[in-house]
């Protein structure tokens, strides 16, 4: 099985002029983040949020605007996820009948104009943790991030959140307190990987169901 990085994006909302926030990825050595402060002060969030964690290693950039915050994400990429090993992975990032991170990157992608960078191999957790275990309580399904990780997960990352859910972050990121919304981002890729370690535990390589998010270029 290739190497697991896991990513979760924060938005300013769900329309398609809204924009994103925050870009998180999980690797083997650490959480990388990406912020956006809409050319706010933001003091050393990576500092800040470092005091918080004290078994994580996580690098935090800031960025003046979205525009700048997407071509760091794409150099990113380029230099550390673009290869043979990796596999790029979300929850509910992309199914087959939608999803979300991967769908509003490619619009503020092309919003700005710029080139979707991730050229690379894709799986999603979600539908594996849906259809191969059991994620009932009370006669209801569950398909939200953290309420799936409770069940399946160590729950060692529970604590990390200070939000209850993720709009939440919307109202952090509107009022600047971007040390709160990195921390949530950080609990969510972390949250996302391992339900992907435990998917790959216990379940086989088909059901990963990997899928290049290389565009088609024609000649």
């Known amino acids: 099985m290739l190497e697991q990085v896991a990513f979760d994006i924060e938005t300013t909302g769900f329309d398609i002029n809204d924009e ?5 990825f999980a690797m083997p050595m650490g959480v990388r983040v990406f912020v956006q402060t809409a050319g706010r002060a ?9 005091a918080r964690l004290s078994d994580t290693l996580v ?36 199914v087959w009948s939608g999803g979300f991170d991967l769908p509003f990157l490619r619009s503020r992608y092309a919003a700005h104009g710029m080139a979707w960078p991730f050229d ?19 006669g209801e399904e569950q398909r939200g991030l953290a309420a799936v990780y409770r069940l399946l ?14 709009a939440a972050a919307v109202t952090a990121f509107e009022d ?4 709160e919304l990195v921390l949530h981002n950080v609990a969510d890729v972390l949250r996302t990987r391992a339900l992907g370690r435990v998917a790959e535990r216990y379940c086989s390589k088909a059901e990963f169901n990997v899928k290049s998010l ?5 000649s």
């Open 59 to 94: 690098n935090v950039s800031t960025h003046p605007d979205e525009s700048a915050l997407l071509a760091a994400v794409a150099a990113f990429i380029g230099d550390r996820i673009q290869d043979a090993e990796s596999l790029l992975v979300a929850f509910n990032g992309e």
């Open 20 to 24: 994103v926030t925050v870009v998180g």
């Open 153 to 166: 997960g160590d729950g060692s990352h529970s604590d990390l959140d200070p939000f209850e859910d993720s």
């Open 42 to 50: 933001a003091g050393d969030v990576e500092a800040s949020v470092s």
């Open 120 to 138: 690379v191999a894709y799986a999603d957790v979600l539908p594996v943790i849906s259809d191969r275990f059991n994620t009932t309580v009370d």
């Open 176 to 179: 600047g307190r971007f040390v």
């Open 214 to 218: 290389t565009p088609t270029r024609s």
